[in-house]
Nanobody, 123 residues
């Protein structure tokens, strides 16, 4: 059974940093796509960043240059380093994954989801 567990959310002031983690378990293959999504109240879920099965990264325009996605394959853990945080980054952040090497920033690309971790950025 696939399980994704996020951690690392919290409250910070604008300009601060946070690092989110997502521990994955239950995958039979070592090659799978993982991504971070976020959803603010009243808004649709949006893709933030993803790393595909061969390690290529993609970022949403709104976070490029501020956020960095990475994956520790040995620990089966996905990270999102968030720097220069802005109030508009406030949202529930979700980890998502799917087996295979192809994926994008569309939530429909993913089969498995974590429970989410809240990030709140104050001005």
């Amino acid at each position: 059974q696939v399980q994704l567990v996020e951690s690392g959310g919290g409250s910070v002031q604008a300009g601060g940093s946070l690092r989110l983690s997502c521990a994955a378990s239950g995958y039979t293959s070592s090659r799978y796509c993982m991504g971070w999504f976020r959803q603010a109240p009243g808004k649709e879920r949006e893709g933030v960043a993803r790393i595909n099965g061969i390690g290529w990264e993609t970022y949403a325009d709104s976070v490029r240059g501020r956020f960095t996605i990475s994956k520790d394959t040995a620990k089966n853990t996905l990270y999102l380093q968030m720097n220069s945080l802005k109030p508009e980054d406030t949202a529930m952040y979700y980890c998502a994954a799917r087996e295979g090497i192809r994926c994008g920033l569309d939530s429909h690309d993913y089969d498995d989801w974590g429970q989410g971790t809240q990030v709140t950025v104050s001005s």
